[in-house]
């Protein structure tokens, strides 16, 4: 097989652009048989102890000579750490090495639901001198299932290649899977079989590799560009080690001097393509923006919710367009390359340009959407978790309001918290307060006192109000309820023996189903009529005009709570 050809076959999987970015800006990847759990550090020495470069320890072997090569490989990293930049550029070396030789490289990503039928389909003839790599062994919809199920049949049917190079997202496995207990081998069972693989570890970026790339992205003319873009990346630690992320440094250099977070870079990569886009449009651009955003929420939504069915994270092309109509997109003038989030793929199908992508679309509908919350596992997803924690941070900067922790009697603004504050505070005292502000809330664990302006809510009160949705309070000396317009959450509220004469904040309050208004100066109750799923008020002791009741008499029973 001539190089030509064997580079035609990246096209299978992988867009033009895809495969021309990897190679162009590609920095050399070196590996390490420790895991680097220490990623947002990268000048930990320990980690680096055995670092080398990654492709030469490939390709630099008498490849007709097995007595020193393992049968099996797999190369371990975290989400954006360029497992899949390495395996194009360790196949186009291959290829080049192999050209006009008897041997022959093919590269299938397993995120594809026919990979390992196209895998197959190799004759056997070809296979002792066929090196395999299979990429993204964690996003096969069958390992997701049952992993050790799935590997195994993969080993059977690949046994008779040359050599097997897998990638997987570290901590995939079970840790007593993937720390065997002997360093660089991953072993496990699967019945009576035992497999054992040569383990290796992607290094995360360091100063040098970063300098590397921001060179290659932007040449002496540029270079401004590069040292604000150097000033960034080495002042935000979530850039400093994620390849994938530096893919987009340019959109990043335009809006900030750091970022503190993954979430925050996410955040800023998906406004940046969605602004690019609209400018591309004639009129209507804010409305555009906010479809175009919403289109991209649901093709995330629909990728989780069929994942199973379809095989992997993807969506068609015909189910592609069904979204884009109900949303207002015309796919026709979509970019669905370069910097985009969204690609397509030769198969047509549509994919993110990174899972992770994918995964704060998924974690962002979870904190609004309560319904949707219950059905996503976070451990389908590789970086979800710490979206979930990172975005919880950053929603606890934007409380309006103060506090104070355990072991510091100082009040500070909300704006100024630190990470780690997070689950020392004791006294929250907000200004105003929303549903989703009470999910915020949820994550200060210490938490024994919630003011809301004048009203107080204490530790025997707060599981009720946090997990319950329930709000008892009576007897506060209440004259006014606006500081509850905005807490729809809300199930069950007791508001007896206040001063309270407007219900009118109430309206918003539509999963409300208990209402105690015993004793208070309410005169006009016509508002309830709105609140459709209110079961059970109490509206006695109350001077209630009989005007305002007929629209709502009988639509619940007004009994004593």
Same mark, same amino acid.
């Given at each position: ?16 652009? /895809? ?12 590996? #390490? ?6 990623? @947002? @550090? ?15 320890? =490939?390709?630099? !072997? ?30 186009? +070396? ?18 594809? *639901?026919?990979?390992?039928? #196209?895998?197959?389909?190799? *004759? ?25 199920? !799935? ?32 360093? &660089? ?6 019945? /009576? @079989? ?30 401004? +560009? ?11 630690? $979530?850039?400093?080690?994620? *390849? ?35 400018? !591309? ?31 992997? =994270? ?56 309560? #319904? ?29 309001? !103060? ?10 603004? =909300? ?32 938490? &024994?006192?919630? #003011? ?12 009720? =109000? ?31 023996? $206040? ?13 409300? +189903? ?5 004793? @208070? ?41």
């Amino acid at each position: 097989m001539s190089l030509q050809e064997t580079k035609n076959g990246l096209y299978a999987y992988y867009t033009k652009y /895809e495969i021309k970015r990897a190679l162009k800006y590609y920095v050399p990847t070196h590996c #390490q048989n420790i895991a680097p759990t220490l990623e @947002n @550090n990268p000048d930990n020495q320990f980690a680096f102890v055995t670092r080398q470069l990654l492709i030469p320890f =490939f390709i630099n !072997r008498n490849i007709k000579d097995s007595m020193y090569r393992d049968k099996f490989y797999i190369i371990l990293a975290e989400a954006g750490m360029g497992k899949t930049t390495f395996m194009l550029n360790l196949y186009t +070396k291959y290829a080049e090495k192999l050209a006009d030789t008897d041997y022959q490289i093919k590269i299938f990503p397993l995120s594809f *639901p026919n990979a390992m039928e #196209q895998v197959e389909k190799i *004759p056997k003839a070809e296979r002792p001198n066929t090196i395999l790599l299979l990429d993204a062994f964690d996003e096969d919809s069958d390992a997701i299932k049952a992993h050790q199920k !799935r590997l195994h049949y993969i080993l059977q049917k690949v046994a008779d290649f040359k050599e097997v190079v897998f990638t997987c997202r570290t901590q995939f496995f079970p840790r007593e899977e993937e720390e065997s207990g002997e360093t &660089g081998l991953l072993k496990f069972k699967y019945k /009576e @079989n035992t497999y054992q693989f040569r383990k290796l570890y992607l290094s995360p970026f360091n100063e040098e590799d970063i300098k590397t790339y921001l060179k290659k992205n932007y040449s002496f003319l540029n270079i401004l +560009k590069r040292k604000k873009a150097e000033k960034i990346v080495l002042h935000s630690p $979530n850039l400093m080690v994620r *390849p994938m992320l530096l893919r987009y440094i340019d959109d990043l250099i335009k809006s900030r001097d750091n970022y503190s977070s993954t979430y925050q870079i996410y955040t800023e990569l998906i406004a940046k393509w969605i602004e690019r886009e609209v400018q !591309r449009r004639g009129t209507n651009k804010e409305k555009y923006r906010r479809d175009l955003y919403k289109f991209s929420r649901e093709v995330a939504i629909d990728m989780y919710t069929h994942r199973k069915r379809r095989g992997g =994270f993807v969506i068609t092309d015909d189910e592609l367009k069904v979204l884009a109509e109900q949303n207002n997109v015309d796919l026709g003038t979509l970019e669905l390359k370069t910097r985009a989030l969204l690609h397509m793929n030769t198969l047509h199908q549509c994919t993110f340009a990174h899972k992770s992508i994918l995964e704060y679309f998924l974690v962002t509908e979870a904190f609004y959407n309560l #319904q949707f919350a219950k059905q996503l596992d976070l451990s389908d997803l590789e970086q979800g978790e710490q979206l979930r924690k990172e975005m919880f941070f950053e929603k606890a900067k934007s409380l309006f309001g !103060r506090y104070k922790t355990y072991d510091s009697g100082k009040s500070k603004d =909300f704006v100024n918290i630190k990470p780690a504050e997070l689950e020392k505070i004791k006294h929250a005292a907000l200004l105003k307060i929303d549903a989703h502000d009470v999910q915020v809330l949820r994550t200060f664990k210490s938490l &024994g006192l919630l #003011q809301i302006n004048d009203i107080q809510i204490d530790v025997d009160q707060l599981d009720q =109000f946090l997990y319950q949705n329930h709000l008892d309070l009576s007897a506060k000396g209440l004259t006014q309820i606006s500081d509850l317009q905005f807490l729809t959450n809300l199930e069950k509220l007791d508001l007896s023996n $206040n001063q309270i004469t407007d219900l009118t904040p109430l309206k918003n309050l539509k999963r409300l +189903k208990q209402l105690n208004l015993y004793s @208070n100066k309410v005169k006009d109750i016509s508002i309830l009529s709105e609140l459709s799923n209110l079961e059970e008020v109490n509206i006695q002791e109350n001077p209630i005009d009989p005007h305002t009741s007929g629209n709502v008499s009988g639509s619940y029973a007004e009994v004593a709570l």
